[in-house]
């Protein structure tokens, strides 16, 4: 029977990945409310081991997070009820209304994905009955028929809630009248019928050249144009959702260098953005096959997904003989999550939590040993460094328990502490994420490895991106043709 909602609602697809999809919610989050609309986020599916810690003791995928954050509004579970985060090339951990329910491969996740359309129409109708606008983000590409039977992220959600869809395509990587007539031409008529209008981002040189572009895939597709986004520089300024958000290595500045270690599965390097934006450090992220660089000042550990896995793909790249270099050079090194439990003497996993049970050594720079199982600690937390009392803010998200046997890095309150630090001080590690957006922590880190810091102020400078952002939006797509494009959705439920 259909549920009974007031909120208007309009989904943004994409014609491939990266299109542009979550920073364009978010702008058009920030545009709305700022017209005094109560607009909530929300993800269907995600595949991402980028996450956040919402306000209500679950995860999300972070590009949620920053929408939540556009639309000023308290992050909840409910607006990506499914988050896959990625443990080997062909399985990933799922997570349903911010919990973890098992370990899916590929080929079993489809056919576990009609089961979840019930808990993703339950998130989707909490939204609507809170907000006077939701703004739905499609993943992946619509156009992706080969998984439609089963799909709940883009059309087959779209399909059940009957939320009108806007297809959006990148031009900036080219052959975007193709990508979105082809999928005109690709998916079954009653999914075309949903799509309302198309946007084509990231724009770059004099828009009257792309007019005739423009009329092209409206005669060919009957879809409304509804804007021509230029390419939007300041969105580096903003965290990336997944690993195509990885930034490759910059121009040497002469400023102080730091490298993080992109392993494999690599998770929440949005933790070192705020390094990026300062002048004073050169921040390079160093993949596989890559030496870490001899003029390295400090070197970070980042979180994992697959810690044991990661920590063995380290090795096999030739890592941990880099990085006794490195020590022996009088460096630095920081493991945040994942990278705290490879710096110690042993990672352990008797469940099978991310594989096999089994068990790996560490690297032995810290005298500490991991555990991985029990439940998922998701949690905001603060405190101070315990030897030098910064206050920091950020979150723990994490599997496992480590028992250090040095002196702790950070004291949380109430007795707590977190993190190891050696007794040169130049070798420490905690699972506390977000500790680097804090202002006084990052120039507390800065002023250890002998960088200059600025008067960076990290988070202010995150809204007023999105501030411009909606701003660019406003001034570039049709945002009163796409409220009027939007309309309450019919959710159909069993009963």
């Known amino acids: 029977m259909p549920l009974d909602l007031h909120a208007r609602a309009l989904m943004i697809q994409g014609t491939g990945s990266d299109v542009g999809k979550s920073l364009l919610v978010a702008g058009l989050a920030r545009a709305f409310t700022r017209r005094g609309l109560r607009v909530l986020p929300f993800k269907p599916q995600n595949m991402s081991n980028n996450a956040a810690v919402t306000a209500d003791g679950g995860e999300i995928g972070r590009a949620q997070a920053l929408q939540a954050r556009a639309a000023r509004v308290p992050t909840s579970v409910h607006m990506n009820p499914v988050l896959l985060k990625p443990q080997t090339d062909v399985g990933a951990q799922v997570v349903v209304q911010g919990r973890v329910v098992g370990n899916a491969k590929a080929r079993e996740y489809q056919a576990i994905k009609p089961r979840l359309l019930g808990a993703v129409l339950d998130s989707f109708g909490r939204l609507a009955a809170e907000a006077d606008l939701v703004l739905v983000e499609g993943a992946g590409s619509a156009s992706e028929v080969n998984l439609r039977a089963s799909d709940i992220a883009n059309m087959g959600f779209a399909r059940a809630a009957d939320v009108p869809v806007v297809l959006v395509g990148d031009i900036d990587r080219g052959g975007v009248i193709a990508s979105l007539v082809g999928t005109k031409a690709v998916i079954e008529p009653g999914d075309a019928a949903m799509i309302v209008g198309f946007l084509v981002n990231r724009?770059?040189?004099?828009?009257?050249?792309?007019?005739?572009?423009?009329?092209?895939i409206a005669d060919e597709t009957g879809w409304t144009a509804l804007g021509l986004v230029p390419y939007f520089a300041e969105a580096q300024k903003l965290p990336a959702e997944d690993a195509l958000g990885i930034p490759g290595r910059g121009a040497s500045n002469g400023a102080v260098k730091v490298a993080v270690l992109a392993y494999p599965?690599?998770?929440?390097?949005?933790?070192?953005?705020?390094?990026?934006?300062?002048?004073?450090?050169?921040?390079?992220?160093?993949?596989?096959?890559?030496?870490?660089?001899?003029?390295?000042?400090?070197?970070?550990?980042?979180?994992?997904?697959?810690?044991?896995?990661?920590?063995?793909?380290?090795?096999?790249?030739?890592?941990?003989?880099?990085?006794?270099?490195?020590?022996?050079?009088?460096?630095?090194?920081?493991?945040?999550?994942?990278?705290?439990?490879?710096?110690?003497?042993?990672?352990?996993?008797?469940?099978g939590i991310e594989g096999e049970p089994g068990s790996i050594d560490g690297l032995a720079l810290l005298d500490a040993e991991t555990v991985l199982g029990g439940d998922k600690r998701l949690v905001e937390v603060s405190g101070t460094t315990i030897a030098e009392g910064v206050p920091f803010k950020g979150y723990e998200m994490h599997v496992g328990r480590t028992r250090a046997s040095q002196s702790p890095l950070l004291d949380l309150g109430g007795g707590r502490t977190d993190g190891a630090v050696d007794a040169t001080g130049r070798i420490a590690g905690c699972y506390i994420h977000g500790l680097l957006a804090d202002d006084r922590q990052r120039r507390h880190w800065l002023a250890r490895i002998g960088a200059a810091s600025s008067d960076l102020d990290y988070e202010a400078g995150i809204d007023a991106t999105l501030d411009a952002l909606a701003e660019h939006l406003e001034r570039h797509v049709d945002c009163t043709r796409l409220l009027e494009l939007a309309r309450v959705p019919t959710i159909k439920t069993a009963g």
Not at 204 to 211: Q, V
Not at 279 to 299: K, M, Q, S, Y
Not at 330 to 336: A, E, T
């Open 203 to 216: 724009f770059r040189g004099d828009p009257s050249l792309f007019a005739d572009g423009m009329a092209r």
């Open 265 to 351: 599965r690599i998770a929440n390097f949005d933790d070192f953005d705020p390094l990026r934006q300062e002048p004073g450090v050169d921040v390079a992220f160093i993949r596989p096959g890559e030496p870490i660089p001899g003029d390295t000042v400090l070197v970070i550990l980042p979180g994992s997904k697959a810690t044991i896995a990661d920590l063995a793909s380290l090795r096999e790249t030739g890592w941990d003989i880099d990085l006794k270099a490195h020590l022996r050079r009088g460096g630095h090194v920081l493991g945040i999550c994942g990278g705290y439990q490879m710096l110690g003497r042993s990672v352990a996993d008797p469940d």
